[in-house]
């Protein structure tokens, strides 16, 4: 048993330690997906872009830190940040109670609810979650949406490792609808030439945090003041306008 | 848009891929081919708990698909404290994974040798180190060959697995492309194609060097 012990400080020392490091090398690690257009993905000079790409750049530059982006399905991600793979997360990570016993969030930068999404030829009028019992809903595993879609009932739930998967999927047929961010669906309409629309939105409008490892504590109170620098000085109303046209800080 | 069109496209972005899936693969070749050696050798070790533990590996590996090894290193391991990065954990990982099915072979291969080879050997006066690099070796690699290069070929396909920790290898970077023009065809075309030219200069390899140690004459 003591041995044990002796193996967990150690480890929880390199952790710690880890963690402090970050700081000092002047480098933010940050973990993110790279598929989920508008929020994180690649455009076609192969650079990453998005709306929460350029919220984690305006942090890292207001820290005074260098950026550096990982890129990992989101099914892995939240494994990713509890083994050190990146210091934080900004990738449209929705604050909930579950989450927050084993992850810290930063203040929210966005909010945003769900929506359905159907096939642009689909007349079927899914306008709420109770409307979808019965049918096969595509939605990203281990997101929040999928706790909705499960915690609805009676939900055919089918699971993907990211949002183009299981839209393409519905694309074709093989899914009745699919559930995601208002955001997205918003984007989708104006700049995309998949087959598909938005359907009802579920209201109940979600806060959207960076997240962050609990015991790193320091640099989640520099990223709550970084947040709050780039709200008073126009900064995030204008990445904010770029991306959806709107300011998407109220809900 | 037409598949071609998109093929070509994709086509940067794949290749800044496979030059990941090619640095994995060979990463992996490099450290994978001595250790499986080691492992072969070692199950023949007179010290029982090194043949066990060897044996252990060996079953362990062939028994759990290199997905969850993958797995297992890259997420699990820092819960001990120990925190790897993707190249290390991907290399180590498809190195691990390759090792345990080479040093099968290996040994197959050493077995095959016969007996008498190795006897005749050290009646002429050959040391058993000497019986080992100039009698057993040379005719054990003939053997081994074909399917030690096998292996090699299925490690390229299977470095595609490591898309799963972060690494935008081959894969990963088709779906990079898709997740933009949601157009998945070409691009899951086109990485299979450049998968297939890699496999397919391995197996060029493989011939040539299954000719040369055919060629009769001194080793």
Avoid at chain 1, 155 to 167: D, F, K, M, Q, R
Avoid at chain 2, 73 to 93: E, H, I, K, M
Avoid at chain 2, 106 to 114: E, F, K, M, N, T
Wanted: proline share 4%; charged share 20%.
């Amino acid at each position: 048993m003591r041995h044990q012990r002796t193996l967990m400080i150690a480890a929880l020392a390199l952790i710690t330690s880890a963690s402090a490091a970050t700081l000092e090398k002047g480098v933010l690690k940050i973990g993110m997906e790279g598929t989920y257009p508008p929020f994180t993905y690649k455009d076609e000079q192969n650079q990453l872009v998005g709306f929460d790409v350029d919220i984690a750049k305006a942090v890292a530059a207001k820290l005074g830190l260098k950026t550096e982006f990982v890129l990992t399905e989101w099914s892995g991600i939240l494994a990713g940040l509890q083994a050190n793979k990146y210091d934080v997360i900004v990738n449209q990570v929705g604050v909930t109670a579950e989450r927050q016993k084993s992850i810290a969030f930063s203040t929210p930068y966005a909010y945003s609810s769900a929506q359905i999404i159907v096939r642009k030829n689909d007349n079927a009028a899914y306008k709420t979650l109770a409307s979808l019992k019965g049918k096969r809903v595509g939605v990203g595993l281990g997101s929040n949406y999928e706790k909705m879609l499960r915690d609805a009932g009676g939900i055919n739930v089918v699971t993907y490792p990211g949002a183009s998967e299981y839209l393409r999927d519905l694309a074709v047929g093989r899914l009745d609808a699919a559930l995601n961010d208002r955001l997205m669906v918003g984007y989708f309409a104006k700049s995309q030439n998949l087959p598909v629309k938005g359907a009802g939105v579920i209201e109940d409008p979600q806060a959207i945090a960076i997240a962050l490892k609990k015991t790193n504590t320091d640099l989640k109170a520099k990223i709550d003041r970084a947040l709050l620098q780039l709200k008073a000085d126009g900064t995030y109303a204008k990445i904010s306008r770029k991306w959806f046209g709107q300011d998407v800080s109220k809900k | 848009m037409n598949i071609t069109q998109s093929m070509i496209d994709a086509l940067p972005v794949l290749l800044t891929g496979a030059r990941i899936t090619v640095l994995y693969a060979v990463g992996a070749m490099l450290l994978g081919l001595p250790l499986a050696f080691l492992v072969a050798l070692g199950r023949s070790a007179p010290w029982p708990p090194v043949r066990w533990l060897l044996d252990l590996y060996v079953s362990f590996i062939r028994g759990t698909p290199l997905l969850v090894q993958i797995f297992v290193l890259y997420y699990g391991l820092p819960g001990l404290g120990v925190t790897l990065d993707p190249v290390t954990s991907g290399v180590a990982a498809l190195s691990l994974n390759v090792a345990a099915y080479m040093s099968v072979t290996i040994r197959a291969s050493l077995d095959a040798v016969g007996r008498g080879q190795r006897e005749a050997a050290r009646s002429l006066g050959l040391s058993s180190s000497q019986t080992m690099r100039f009698v057993v070796l040379p005719q054990a690699l003939r053997i081994g060959l074909p399917s030690l290069m096998n292996s090699l070929i299925g490690l390229i396909k299977d470095t595609s697995l490591v898309s799963v920790i972060t690494v935008t290898e081959l894969l990963r970077s088709a779906q990079l492309v898709i997740a933009r023009t949601f157009e998945p065809f070409g691009p899951y075309l086109a990485a299979a194609l450049i998968y297939w030219l890699i496999s397919s200069l391995l197996g060029l390899v493989q011939s040539r060097l299954e000719r040369r140690l055919h060629r009769p004459g001194p080793a």
